[in-house]
């Protein structure tokens, strides 16, 4: 694929930071410029961006690509912030890198207006629960499915530039309706976070809380792993995708109530139907 | 330590077969039989076990240690049992490995008699969601936490060969009461298998649940990852500790809609603060 002369990366924090890395790793971009007062520095010193723009004016200026991810709310704001849309070159492809599509979607659409054709709305599958450019790896998208959900006013070129972009980084590309792809990630991705987080409180803050630090097996630490996320982050995406959410709540609420209720009621029949419902499903993971 | 000329291991799935593996690996044993109706020749092809007893009797006659690595119901059922009392040797040492502690004391309470001095019980921290003499690994213990649960009648011989046992495979002793055992892994254990259990049917039965095992990441993965555990056995588990797994229950679900009520109001602040009460104490894991 042709080499970007510039790519700009809005928000050098775990994610950002790695495509940036992932770029320069693979020669995909002459210059990679990055805009992030908390982490543009740390991001540079660490390989994952040539320069650190002093503005979001300077980072866009002449921009082949830009990729905005900062969290959620912030991308949201700046889509819909007539500063960016006036940075950006009529050529200039677009994309974001938010765990909700929806509201970004929507935000592009009332905020880029005659860029809005250079969106394309992207969501890779990788991350981790750690935060900031020392969490970056270059090969975090190798391998990773990257969702893209392009709306009906996509210019063909963007999305084929997008498109491209991950698949060069070694993503497997899905295209999907937005509204989809937050139903399906409430379910597996924001409400279980949520469920991680709750169960990290409830051993966390019980009185137990010390000898549950010493004494826990494999399994509390998997459950509860994404529950050392960082809160703000995941209170953003979990208020963004609020609808979506809620319905997976109550989804896992039903499962958990059948469980409990089982077993308060010491029905032992019942109870292994409840915990095989989603156990075979699983065990095909 | 001392070789024992026999060792009896009652159960030989992964636990059972890991240990059996682990003492056979060091040369803790000088002949390791095994007694499992349905994974007892599947142990001794993987080379956990040296011997197949036909019988209990035939496993424990002549034994120097006993242990007993069959699911929770069946190794309470055992210790209540007449044949078992009988056919232990006066200074046979028995212990134990299920992942409840209260109630498999008290079945040895009742069912062991003269024998209960030598009965030590005890739960290792290890195992995984795979069953099965296939799932063994040798060096299973090796680095886990042993929680020793001796009760006021134990013989301190008995005890200090279960404990030193332990230690020659690897583990890392702890003596722990059993009530303040069976409430600690109802928090850190049982009650965090449910919720693995309850996500997974959650997403697993859901309309979505196709997409979902396509496009999932880690997060989903991890925290449904003990979802897949074998529903019978945990069941056996959450029922065998039910009061605690109760108490667990209810501390997480305060938790949970603590979240969930924040989401539904749209509480930024609260739903920060929700997912932060655990998070911290998550990351020091």
Known sequence: MTVFPKVAIVGTGAVGASVGGGLRARGLAREVWGFDPANGEAARSAGAIDRVAASLAEALDGADLVLLAAPVPVNRALLGDAALREALGPRTVLTDVSSTKASVVAAARSGLGARLGRFVASHPIAGSDRAGPAAARADLIAGAHVIVCPTEDCDADALATVESTWAALGGRVARMDAAHHDRLFAEVSHWPHAVAFALSASVGCGPLADDA?????????????????????????????????????????????????????????????????????????
């Open 213 to 285: 630090r010493r004494y826990h097996g494999a399994g509390l630490r998997d459950t509860t792993r994404v529950g050392g996320s960082p809160p703000e982050l995941w209170a953003g995406i979990l208020l963004d995708n609020r609808e979506a959410s809620l319905a997976a709540a109550a989804a896992f609420r039903v499962e958990l109530e059948r469980i409990e209720h089982a077993l308060a009621e010491g029905d032992r029949d019942a109870l292994i139907e409840a915990l095989a419902r989603g156990a075979t499903w699983r065990t095909t993971l």
